[in-house]
Nanobody
Framework: QVQLVESGGGSVQAGGSLRLSCAAS?????MGWFRQTPGKEREGVAQ???????IYVDSVKGRFAISRDNVKDLVYLQMNSLKPEDTAMYYC?????????????????WGQGPQVTVSS
């Protein structure tokens, strides 16, 4: 089981930017970022397969960008033009096979989740 450790969460005002990082203990072909707020289901935000095949949930398209460094086993989520509704715990996730739907049930490895808080 690969270990995932996130960093980079914090508080920012609306319109600001944050970058989340995820360090993996091994390579996973499909990596994703999810977020969750209390009382709600975990929502897929973005995923990346290999080096450049990406998908995003509609609410973050044009504002967030997922990328990875396959040499260092790092995955990033650059978040720009942040909105209060982006406030959540953000989780890095991985699976060894090809990417499936952006759905938490398709992932087998999870990080601990940094908090991202966006104030208006």
């Amino acid at each position: 089981q690969v270990q995932l450790v996130e960093s980079g969460g914090g508080s920012v005002q609306a319109g600001g930017s944050l970058r989340l990082s995820c360090a993996a203990s091994g390579y996973r072909r499909c990596m994703g970022w999810f977020r969750q707020t209390p009382g709600k289901e975990r929502e897929g935000v973005a995923q990346i397969e290999g080096g450049d095949s990406t998908i995003y949930v509609d609410s973050v398209k044009g504002r967030f960008a997922i990328s990875r460094d396959n040499v260092k086993d790092l995955v990033y989520l650059q978040m720009n033009s942040l909105k209060p509704e982006d406030t959540a715990m953000y989780y890095c996730a991985g699976r060894s096979g090809v990417c499936a739907a952006l759905w938490s049930g398709s992932y087998t490895s999870w990080g601990q989740g940094p908090q991202v808080t966006v104030s208006s």
